[in-house]
């Protein structure tokens, strides 16, 4: 195996949640007179956390969203997510590989704690990940496209950052890992791949990032 650690980001590559999360987003700032569609929110906002929606309405508008926004708009997404919230096609075989294999994984995700763990109980990945193993942006300073978070997350896991590698979907999430110091993989399903251009390779379905992995190839027909 070419790394002691895979690093994978929540939102888009172990859970299918940002159609549903941006399309409540840009629900939610259009109700407040940010108009915003769900590109806009595509584009502006997946894969990083909720202090860049509210840094980005007040250098755009100059007016501070409610303090009461977060909550609100954690509620709303929540039930939206426990409605219909779906796994990744086929990522649930690529974390058993690992498992099997023995290399260790964890989550390290913009989102927060709660939500993490609302998206993966619902899902059905909780299992597969534990307590141990779910870092989220509340715990540093600085989210993506900081490196801190998936500093952090190897720290935590005892791994130096050059044996890590990230599985990320977002052009922030992609530029923290290589701020990190950690080889990425850029899953493509939602993002065109002239946005992860600083990945260390792309992939488009869960099956692929085995053998990308240096896990072997029947690691890859296991995730299928």
């Known amino acids: ?52 929606v509210h840094d980005l309405v007040y250098e755009r508008s100059g007016r501070r969203l409610p ?3 977060d909550d609100t708009f954690h509620r ?3 039930a939206e997510f426990r409605r219909g ?10 974390l058993a590989g690992l498992g099997t294999a023995g290399v260790p994984y964890c989550v390290a995700s913009s989102g927060s704690h709660e939500r993490i763990r609302v998206t993966l109980r619902t899902t059905g990945l909780y299992e597969l990940f534990g307590e141990e193993r779910i870092f989220s942006s509340q ?23 050059g044996r890590c590698a990230v599985v990320e979907d977002s052009p922030l999430g992609v530029r923290a890992a290589v701020a990190a110091g950690m080889d990425v993989y850029g899953f493509t399903a939602m993002t065109p791949a002239a946005e ?8 488009s379905a869960p099956a692929e990032l085995p053998v990308l992995l240096g896990h072997g190839r029947d690691a890859a027909d296991a995730a299928i």
């Open 196 to 203: 992860l251009t600083e990945a260390t390779a792309l992939f």
């Open 85 to 94: 919230l779906q796994p990744v096609p086929g990522v649930a075989g690529v």
């Open 139 to 161: 715990d540093v300073g600085r989210g993506k496209p900081a490196p801190d978070l998936f500093l952090h997350a190897a720290a935590a896991m005892g791994v130096e950052p």
């Open 1 to 52: 195996m070419r790394y002691d650690l895979v690093i994978f980001d929540n939102d888009g590559v172990l859970v299918d949640s940002e159609p549903i999360s941006s399309r409540a987003l840009a629900a939610h700032l259009t109700e407040l007179g940010h108009p915003t569609t769900y590109e806009d929110s595509l584009r502006d906002y997946m894969g990083s956390a909720l202090h860049r």
């Open 76 to 78: 709303r997404v929540f």
């Open 67 to 69: 303090d009461d926004f």
